[in-house]
Structures are given as structure tokens and as C-alpha cells.
């Protein structure tokens, strides 16, 4: 019922957006389905929304876990030329394989933050903007933090070419009061006026434990200038590391 509700209020979207989407002029850029944010901001005075379905399995302590998300959303503002807001949870549930099945479901965290250009690309310097973010202590107890986690984010892009853009993150949080430090690289091309992919490492460590490396790749395919669909497909670099995940959504801006 969940699933059906959020795919209508899709599609509603689409329908009340397709007339104008192709007189908009401006492509739309998102921040699914990479991990990589991208150091671009949503034009002032226009709502994005980018939502899909996340699938991930890990392996701890000999226990297989399989993570879902659906629907993800995470809602952009423009508010100046230099300033987004935003906004972002999900529903989840979180299934334990140990011989019998433990099921936990709910609301992810809600998520709040502020995206801050910094600079332009100019030659070999790289276009550059800021983003700080926090997990608050809001939603099902199985899944909220007990305290506020901050997460500040530098995030580059240089163009390679006119077709091929290197985008890489460094990051800084804090999760359960413990600090975690973590990076993101990412080279995508466009094959096609409408069909982009990508490759992708990331990682991160937090204090006291294992760093986790992933590799991942993905297409996105611009169905309208204004509408973007996506898909992509990880997995883990070593064992302390997810063992593999999936991930599939669609992007939408609000015509002006």
C-alpha cells in the first residue's frame, strides 16, 4: 500500500510537469544515486525531489543483514544562488538472518541541511561547495540517533572534458559520539545526449574500528529535462565492508 501510494504521487508529479518541462530549459543534476554529492546547487526558487529504493546485505559477527529503504526522499530548495536547503529520510526495515528472521521496521532519521557554493570551476580549479548536515534524534527508536550527528562536506567537480566530470567528497562526521572521516570519488560520462554513467570508490572510518571501501556503478537516463531516472549497483572492497547493495529512483524538478 506504501509502495503503491508513493509510486501515484510520482506519477502525479510527472503528469502536472511534462507540458512545461521541455520549455524549462534547465537540465536537471541530482545527488542520487552516487554517494558522491555533487558540488552543483538546484536554482533558486525551484523544488527538486529525489527519491528511490535501497537495498543493501552485510555480514556481521556471522549474521547476514539485509537493510531496506523505500522510499527514500530527499527534498532541495533553492533559496539564493549560493544557498539550498535540505531535507531527507526514508522508511526502512532491517531484516537479521541468524536461522529465524527478526524483522525491525520504521521511520529513518530526519535529516536536515544547508548546501553552500563556494566557488566556481575556473581552469584546473575545481568548482567547489559546502554542505553541513545533521541526523536528528526524530523517528522510530529501532533506527533514530539518541543525539543530534553532524556531518560537515566539502565537495569538488572538475570537467574533464565537455562530456567526462571527475566529482570526489571528503567528509567528516560524528556517529554515536564517535568521529568518522570519509571520502568519495566518482568519474561519470555522458554517452548519449540523455544516458549518463559512472564509477565510483568510497569509503569511511570511524575511530576504533575497520575502515569499509566500496566500489559502485550506475546509469542515469534523462527521460525529460526536467525528470531523471536512475539505477546502480555496489559491493563491498573487503570484508568489513557491506557485502553488496542495489538502488533504483527517479528525480524530479518543479517547474518554475
Known sequence: MKQTLYLGFILLLILSGATTAFAQGEEIETDRPDQTESSSLVPKGTLQLEAGYFFQKATEQGL??????????????????????????????????????????????????????LWEEQGWRPEAAFLVRAALPVGSRSFRPDNPEP???????????????????????????????????????ELLDKLTVYGEVFGSKRKGEKAEHQADIGVLYLLLPNLQLDVAAGKGLHASAPDFFVTTGVSYRLPR
Open 151 to 189: 556531518e560537515i562536506r566539502l565537495m569538488f567537480t572538475n570537467g574533464i572534458t565537455e562530456k567526462i566530470d571527475l566529482a570526489y567528497n571528503l567528509t567528516h562526521s560524528w556517529v554515536e559520539g564517535e568521529p568518522q572521516k570519509g571520502y568519495t570519488l566518482s568519474l561519470s560520462g
Open 64 to 117: 547476514s543483514i539485509r537493510t531496506h529503504a523505500y522510499p527514500t526522499a530527499l527534498v532541495r530548495v533553492g533559496v539564493l544562488d549560493w544557498l539550498e536547503l535540505r531535507v531527507l529520510s526514508a522508511l526502512r526495515d532491517s531484516v537479521t538472518e541468524n536461522g529465524k528472521e527478526r524483522e525491525v521496521s520504521g521511520l529513518a532519521p530526519l535529516n536536515l541541511g544547508v548546501k553552500v557554493k
